[in-house]
């Protein structure tokens, strides 16, 4: 059965950073390309960073040069690197396949306030 974990959130001040990790299990990781969703309240849930099988990353423009996306795939892991964060990043974050489906994961909150 398909499933994700999702880890690392916290309460983090303005500029200051969070690694949030993922665990997947169910699905072959390595030939899934993966992604990185966020959704705060009010507003739907949008793709921000993804990985592919390959390595290949893409991000939105909203977190380009601030966010790395990383793979480990002999732990079936993804991580976000987030720096520089800003308080509209607050979201709950959830990783997923690429074309995702259900199941999502619980998400992992991430606050950003001074």
């Known amino acids: 059965q398909v499933q994700f974990v999702e880890s690392g959130g916290g309460l983090v001040q303005p500029g200051g950073s969070l690694r949030l990790s993922c665990e997947a299990s169910g699905i072959i990781f390595s030939i899934n390309g993966m992604g990185w969703y966020r959704q705060a309240p009010g507003n739907s849930r949008e793709l921000v960073a993804h990985?592919?099988?390959?390595?290949?990353?893409v991000y939105a423009d909203s977190v380009n040069g601030r966010f790395t996306i990383s793979r480990d795939n002999a732990k079936s892991t993804v991580h976000l690197q987030m720096n520089s964060l800003k308080p509209e990043d607050t979201a709950v974050y959830y990783c997923?396949?690429?074309?995702?489906?259900?199941?999502w994961g619980q998400g992992t909150q991430v606050t950003v306030s001074s």
């Open positions: 997923n396949r690429v074309a995702p489906r259900p199941p």
């Open positions: 990985i592919t099988s390959s390595g290949g990353t």
